[in-house]
């Protein structure tokens, strides 16, 4: 931790000097890192108290619980990343196949709601698009939905979530059920700073902003005034959405965070390609499968990177991703 303890005074410094909050940009940024390093260094001397307590009168349980702190401190050491400490932008959005893919999507949804729930993350529903109504219970299925998920380390350990995730199972929207194949993709995105998003050099005349009225299940709107918005980059035709704050101000904001998100991931996979050709080697493209999910003809979760699976799909599907997680950080 030597290094880590030099780095706070340094940040420590920097903000002690006269004129600190004049780039108030800069000063809050250096702010949380120097929050975030003293955090750790607490953190690692709870876990030496911890282990002394341990030694001296330490249960089986106590023991168990400690080695799983370690683990998801060893995780972190990982995760160094530029992005990787901070929130993140998740999109799901369903493949072809109507409402069994919508259905999927909605799963998805779920179980990435119920992994950040048990990962202490906030998370909060930017835009949702809505499919078809119909299937059992009536269920209605996601097109497409858009998350702000906030909390430390939460883009770390989601960004290798990014991908194509394949469901196998008995259709519930099969008179006949027949075995049905459906898809879904994942989009993780950093959210960035005020210093990375200018950075980006998005130019206000690069953006088109259009404004209407959000709308919910089936098509019915939720608010009678046009305060959704969404935003294209027209460059390149990206285009982000956000509907869920009541004044269109905030939801403009939002959608410009998705926004930069995505233009900075588009930078970043033009950047790799080249490495790539230069490397002379292939990778797999940000749109490959990376995982499996099979309920029938047999129960199977497996993830095509790692090797990592599971009989337990329905721990899975509730949002247990420890050990696929902390498989995909390894690589």
């Known amino acids: 931790m030597d290094g880590k303890q030099k780095r706070v005074k340094e940040l420590e410094q920097f903000a ?18 120097l929050g975030r390093a003293k955090e750790e260094i607490d953190e690692f001397d709870n876990l030496q108290s911890e282990l002394e307590l341990i030694k001296s009168a330490g249960s089986e349980s106590d023991i168990d619980g400690f080695e799983k702190k370690l683990r998801e401190k060893e995780q972190r050491i990982f995760l160094g990343g530029k992005y990787d400490k901070g929130n993140a932008l998740m999109q799901i959005s369903a493949g072809a196949g109507g409402q069994d893919s919508q259905d999927w999507a909605t799963m998805l949804l779920r179980m990435y709601e119920r992994y950040c729930e048990r990962q202490g993350f906030s998370v909060k529903i930017l835009h949702q698009s809505f ?19 906030k909390g430390h380390y939460a883009y770390g350990f989601l960004k290798k979530e990014a991908g194509i995730h394949r469901l196998v199972r008995l259709s519930p929207f099969s008179a006949k059920s027949l075995r049905h194949t459906s898809f879904a993709s994942v989009e993780v995105l950093p959210e960035l700073g005020k210093l990375e998003e200018a ?85 797999a493209s940000w749109g490959s499968q990376i995982r499996s999910y099979v309920v029938h003809p047999y129960k199977m979760v497996k993830d095509l990177r790692t090797d990592v699976e599971t009989a337990n799909v329905e721990a899975i599907l509730d949002g247990e991703l420890d050990d696929f997680i902390e498989a995909e950080i390894r690589i």
């Not at 499919?131 to 998920?149: C, M, N, S, T, Y």
């Not at 869920?244 to 588009?266: P, Y």
Request: proline residues 4%; positive net charge.
């Open 199 to 283: 950075e980006l050099n998005i130019r206000p005349e690069d953006i088109q902003l259009d404004t209407f009225r959000a709308s919910g299940p089936g098509g019915q709107y939720v608010n009678k005034r046009e305060s959704a918005v969404r935003v294209t980059h027209l460059p390149t035709g990206i285009v982000a959405t956000c509907q869920t704050e009541r004044l269109q101000g905030l939801n403009r904001d939002k959608a410009m965070k998705v926004l930069s998100g995505r233009i900075f991931q588009l930078k970043e996979e033009e950047r790799q390609k080249t490495l790539t050709k230069m490397k002379g080697n292939k990778s």
């Open 131 to 149: 499919g078809q109504a119909g299937g059992p219970e009536g269920r209605i299925g996601v097109k497409q939905v858009a998350l702000e998920i």
């Open 16 to 33: 002690s000097q006269p004129g600190f909050w004049q780039e108030q940009e800069k000063a809050t940024a250096i702010s949380q890192e």
